[in-house]
Each structure stands twice: as structure tokens, then as C-alpha cells.
């Protein structure tokens, strides 16, 4: 099976503008979360959707909103960008829903905001 | 209160040796599922094992195995053999089941691991 995959790899953007990233999940998975990775706050969470319906939302601000397709694809999308917005975006799928079922992840996106 | 903590910022090992990177955490649930992932350079979280609440032998896979202590709530990762690919960040997360409304992985802050030769 493959893994999953995210688009574009790398990305530079200026303050204010917008910007959208893009999720494939492993063939069958259903659930996709997202997370942001920076030096200073780590890992967090940033939202996760099942069957196109999101779940589950972190403290973000409401710049930071996503979706999901029927095919289960997901895509991330970021308004009027800030400096501190830059990080690496992580994505990951799981085939289930409970607190056993493992996620993993893609290769993330690394957000550079200037 | 830090849900995950990982105590060790870095830590240093020689090939070939073992090496337990430590994790703490904290939960009221009763069903929970803890992880480890490593983390390369390259940046893609490689997911390594994983232990449920309600294990009673502890996860192994490999070189890695899971040192689970449930009263202590921790959840240390020993590498057996170090190899050099190892040196990584290694994260130690949590997935809690509050009733299938809580889906989030909470990550510590990561333990950076240099496999010298």
C-alpha cells in the first residue's frame, strides 16, 4: 500500500496571503488529522475529520480550517498568514476511530512564511 | 499539567549498546493507546511501536520494545543494538478514548538520540 502522501513538499508564502495543503491517506483509511510542528510549541494538534465530517478541532484560530472528500482526501487551508505560521504540517490517517488505532503519518509540508 | 513528558532533551549512545528513552504520562481515562514515533531529519514521523492501556505484555517490534508500567504511568522505549540510522528525534504520544469523542495524538516534547560509533 502506498503511504500518505502530501502536496507540495516545501512553500514559500508572504504575510497575508492564503495558502492550501493537500492530504491522500492510505487506500481504505478514513480518518485524517493534522498537526503543526514548530521549534517552540512542538507537535499539536490541529484538527481531524472521518468521513468528511470534522471530530475534533485544537486551540487554533479560526485563520486555520480544512476539509475532507468523499475519497477521503483532505486538504488544509491557512488565511491571511502570519510570520509565526511557518512550521512543518503534518498529516496523518488511521483506518479507525479508538485510542488503539495507530496513525501514520506523511512527509509533511514546511511552511515558510516571510 | 503536560500530558506527555519525555524528561531527556538528548541523549547520547554508542553503537551497538541499548538505549531507554523515557516517557511519563497522565490520563484519568481507563482506555488509552501510547506511541512512539521517530522523527529523521528528513522530517517524517516513522510510527515505531505501540502499547494499549489494556495490554497486559509489553509491545515489541523489532529492536524496539516497550517498557510499560502502568501504576508509574510510563511508557519507556528501549532500543536494542543502537544503529547509526537511529539518531532521531523520538516522540512519545498518547491517544485517549473518552467514549470515541477524543481522536488527538498529544506528543511530549521528544528526546533527540546521537548514535555514536
Known amino acids: 500500500k502506498a503511504g500518505v502522501t502530501q502536496t507540495p513538499r516545501y512553500l514559500i508564502k508572504t504575510r497575508g496571503q492564503q495558502v492550501t495543503l493537500s492530504c491522500s491517506p492510505i487506500s481504505g483509511h478514513r480518518s485524517v488529522s493534522w498537526y503543526q510542528q514548530t521549534p517552540g510549541q512542538g507537535l499539536q494538534f490541529l484538527f481531524e475529520?472521518?468521513?468528511?465530517?470534522?471530530?475534533n478541532k485544537g486551540n487554533f484560530p479560526g485563520r486555520f480550517s480544512g476539509r475532507q472528500f468523499s475519497n477521503s482526501r483532505s486538504e488544509m487551508n491557512v488565511s491571511t498568514l502570519e510570520l509565526g505560521d511557518s512550521a512543518l504540517y503534518l498529516c496523518?490517517?488511521?483506518?479507525?476511530?479508538?485510542?488503539?488505532?495507530?496513525?501514520?503519518f506523511g512527509p509533511g509540508t514546511r511552511l515558510t512564511v516571510l | 499539567a503536560q500530558k506527555i513528558t519525555q524528561t531527556q532533551p538528548g541523549m547520547f549512545v554508542q553503537e551497538k549498546e541499548a538505549v531507554t528513552l523515557d516517557c511519563t504520562y497522565d490520563?484519568?481515562?481507563?482506555?488509552?493507546?501510547l506511541f512512539w514515533y521517530k522523527q529523521p531529519s528528513s522530517g517524517e514521523m516513522i510510527f515505531l511501536i505501540y502499547q494499549g492501556s489494556y495490554d497486559e505484555q509489553n509491545a515489541t517490534e523489532g529492536r524496539y520494545s516497550l517498557n510499560f508500567q502502568k501504576a508509574r504511568k510510563s511508557a519507556n522505549l528501549v532500543i536494542s543494538a543502537s544503529q547509526l540510522g537511529d539518531s532521531a528525534m523520538y516522540f512519545c504520544?498518547?491517544?485517549?478514548?473518552?467514549?470515541?469523542?477524543?481522536?488527538?495524538?498529544?506528543f511530549g516534547k521528544g528526546t533527540l538520540l546521537t548514535v555514536n560509533p
Open positions: 475529520y472521518f468521513s468528511e465530517t470534522q471530530r
Open positions: 496523518a490517517s488511521s483506518d479507525g476511530t479508538g485510542a488503539y488505532n495507530e496513525q501514520f
Open positions: 504520544a498518547m491517544r485517549e478514548g473518552r467514549g470515541g469523542s477524543n481522536y488527538k495524538l498529544t
Open positions: 490520563t484519568s481515562d481507563q482506555s488509552y493507546g
